[in-house]
């Protein structure tokens, strides 16, 4: 990924729009907005990258929105990144036909960790982008719905001589609260993974934000509830749009 880059996120559930709290599928908020309306937006004030989740995947471990990806993906020229529920080369194929430029995964690189290299070789590293996803800079996965004991550096660390060029990780502590993402998460997996391009994502609540994550140096930031909540206007994310 060159340069930096604001990426909103559309979560969705049932087909709609939601953004859930800490990763708790009963903490969720629902909103009134289209995916595809709400992704023409995002389009219309020059913003290049979608972070597509599917959550019901997610929960399902297979790909179940596939059709709302595939409607954005042929309605709008966003660049669309997607995750939730990629867990088998039938999942691959159904995300990529469906539009997917990028498939952000998970629960998969830490469960066979011979797959997803497999993966990172057939499609390339610009394709494939770990999601790291922490609490207490240990990795969870499933939706967020299961911890594991796997520290974070040591999960980078064994894809490193694999190939991959781009993690994202999320600190789920931070997810929905608007309290501020965890900076120095992303300070210290930048130090030690300099080869890795860092897409921060959580708890992002205001403009200044922005800014510090861009400092620190991180490629891109996903952008969700606080968007959702109208915490950042679109019109504040223009300095920011290339």
């Not at 800490?22 to 903490?27: I, S």
């Not at 997610?58 to 409607?71: C, D, F, S, T």
């Not at 990529?96 to 390339?124: M, N, Q, R, V």
């Not at 959702?228 to 920011?240: G, M, V």
């Amino acid at each position: 990924m060159e340069g930096f880059q604001i990426i909103p996120a559309i979560d969705l559930m049932d087909g709609k729009c939601v953004r859930l709290t800490q990763g708790d599928f009963e903490r969720k908020s629902v909103y009134s907005c289209d995916p595809l309306e709400t992704a023409k937006m995002f389009e219309s004030i020059g913003i290049k990258r979608l972070h597509l989740v599917d959550l019901d995947g997610a929960r399902a471990r297979r790909v179940v929105n596939h059709k709302v990806l595939e409607e954005i993906a042929t309605k709008t020229s966003l660049t669309v990144d997607f995750s939730g529920g990629i867990s088998t080369d039938q999942d691959i194929k159904k995300a990529f036909s469906s539009g997917a430029h990028l498939l952000c995964i998970g629960s998969i690189a830490y469960k066979d960790e011979p797959l997803f290299t497999e993966w990172l070789e057939k499609f390339g590293p610009s394709k494939i982008i770990l999601a790291a996803d922490v609490k207490n800079k240990r990795v969870v996965i499933s939706g967020w719905a299961e911890n594991t004991s796997l520290q974070i550096n040591d999960h980078v660390a064994r894809y490193i001589p694999k190939g991959l060029k781009c993690c994202m990780t999320t600190d789920i502590s931070k997810d929905g609260l608007l309290a501020g993402p965890s900076f120095s998460l992303y300070q210290e997996m930048i130090e030690s993974f300099p080869s890795v391009s860092w897409i921060a994502s959580g708890g992002i609540s205001s403009v200044g934000d922005i800014e510090e994550l861009k400092k620190i140096g991180v490629t891109g930031v996903i952008i969700g509830k606080a968007l959702y909540e109208r915490r950042i206007l679109l019109e504040d994310l223009q300095p920011f749009i290339n």
